[in-house]
């Protein structure tokens, strides 16, 4: 933290335009100029990088054979396309790639995926032992119709060996190729609950489920079959077993990760896009806030807020402008959104109520920032639509919107920690 704070004060004692601590800013004007125009210095640069580089987000480390399902996981636990997850595994090995979820800017977990275990002239020694320094939790992905696992079984109890108490998964995919003829359709209800195998499911899945299940006993693996596949595959639902996957992961990591990525009741296109930008900014802006050096947080706040605006603005394909900057602020307030009147709107915050402590303020501000990021949204999709709104309207979607994100960020901000 004291490398983090030198870069504060540095900058603190370069930006002399920024406010006196405990006061906002000076007036209306001087935030949106500030959101329209994010710019920073080379230090405010590094402080922020600094902030996320603090935060260590969870690594997932996916482990299996060539075209056993890896990238499908990516896809449909973080709601990317599948063009997105090709595009966005970067290399940082020569065999060893990264997925950052949303990206790597404002990423809110990372997907670590190697080569198949099985490619001919492959030696994964080297992946596996850099592999074993990133990661926090492993994925291991297996077709449930393969029974050739040597390969696999060895690297397994290598890794085991080495890290006794990590949470291992073991993902059991491509159900449908145990489905006798030409069967599209999944059993119903799910019937993998608690590691058990249902009568519905097909005898030659069973017998292959099981055989996996005795080749890799004694891992102290969690088994989760899952399928998913593209809607023209014609399997009903395409995410079958997500739900179990997603239980797996928050047994083994319990940040509230879904209820940040779980966006599936949301509609509208461009809200869906913007949600992970709107949550990772949040969670970095109430960090910066966190820290003990007011002045410069609060610079710094505004800068991740200006970061998230045109995300946003991006996403909905619209100009960010002084009018729609204005018209937000006007309707929020000031005060509100540079930390000034914060014990009234935390009341609204349900198991909060009249307590404020310090430690709060980072919580406060991502909270803020969340709001401020639906609440944009909101405007924006209105605009698209030829509408106006109301300075109510815009203050009754903030305060909503911050009950939710005081609720759905309070674990992330408090508890977004690589375990041990």
Known sequence: ???????????????????????????????????????????????????????????????????????????????????????????????????????????????????????????????????????????????????????????????????????????????????????????????????EIGSAVPADLRFSLLKQRQVLAGLNARFVPIDFTFPEDGYEPADYGIDALWTAIEAALPIGLRAMLDIGRINDVYLKAAHSHIVSYAILAGCAAAIPLPVASLGTVVILQGKMFHSIASVYGLPLTKQSISEIVSAIGLGVLSGMGGRELLKLVPYYGQTVAAGMAGLYTAAVSYALGKTLCFYFSHTKQGEALSPEALNAMFKQEFMRGGELLRDAVKGRQAPE
């Open 1 to 195: 933290m004291s490398k983090l704070s030198d870069l504060f004060s540095k900058w603190k004692s370069r930006n002399k335009r920024n406010p006196k601590p405990n006061e906002p800013f000076a007036d209306r004007r001087d935030y949106t100029a500030k959101i329209l125009n994010p710019g920073v210095d080379a230090e405010a640069e590094q402080a922020i990088k600094a902030i996320h580089a603090s935060l260590p987000m969870p690594v997932f480390w996916l482990l299996g054979k060539t075209q056993s399902g890896k990238s499908a996981i990516v896809r449909t636990l973080t709601h990317s396309t599948a063009a997105e997850v090709g595009n966005g595994f970067k290399p940082c090995t020569k065999t060893a790639m990264f997925f950052d979820y949303p990206d790597s800017e404002s990423a809110l977990l990372r997907f670590l995926d190697t080569r198949g275990l099985s490619e001919a002239g492959y030696d994964p020694g080297e992946d596996m032992a850099w592999c074993e320094r990133q990661a926090h939790l492993l994925i291991v992905v297996v077709k449930a119709m393969d029974h050739q696992l040597e390969t696999l079984v060895s690297a397994l109890r290598r890794i085991r060996k080495a890290h006794p108490d990590w949470p291992l998964i073991v993902a059991q995919t491509s159900l449908h190729e145990g489905y006798p003829g030409q069967a599209t359709n999944h059993p119903q209800p799910y019937p993998f609950l608690n590691e």
